[in-house]
Nanobody, 123 residues
Framework: VQLQASGGGLVQAGGSLRLSCAAS????????MGWFRQAPGKEREFVAA????????HYTNSVKGRFTISRDNAENTVYLQMNTLKPEETAVYYC?????????????????WGQGTQVSVSS
């Protein structure tokens, strides 16, 4: 499984970005997907996750109501719509796949990782 994240960039506080993550392989529709982020000098943190059928989604509390994770299994792509961005959300954003059906908030449960895309939010 290979994951390719894109869509990052520089945006002003309050702005929006939509991240995409294209996956290779035939297991995408049977794999839970997640987004994580890592700011300079900080540990990688969970942002959002989605079940294989998109029937369930999970978010870290700080992004609830502003971020939306979604997926298109026909296109092997997962998305993260980010609205009302804050400067403290500047980070490298990573998409990841568990390779399994179970959704997880733990990075340890994700077996495949993309290369990351930089999101910078100016104040």
């Amino acid at each position: 499984v290979q994951l390719q994240a894109s869509g990052g960039g520089l945006v002003q506080a309050g702005g929006s970005l939509r991240l995409s993550c294209a996956a290779s392989g035939r297991t995408f529709s049977r794999s839970a997907m997640g987004w994580f982020r890592q700011a300079p000098g900080k540990e990688r943190e969970f942002v959002a996750a989605i079940s294989p059928s998109a029937s369930s989604t999970h978010y870290t509390n700080s992004v609830k109501g502003r971020f939306t994770i979604s997926r298109d299994n026909a296109e092997n792509t997962v998305y993260l719509q980010m609205n009302t961005l804050k400067p403290e959300e500047t980070a490298v954003y990573y998409c990841a796949s568990t390779g399994r059906l179970t959704v997880s908030r733990s990075a340890d449960d994700y077996n495949y990782w993309g290369q990351g895309t930089q999101v910078s939010v100016s104040s």
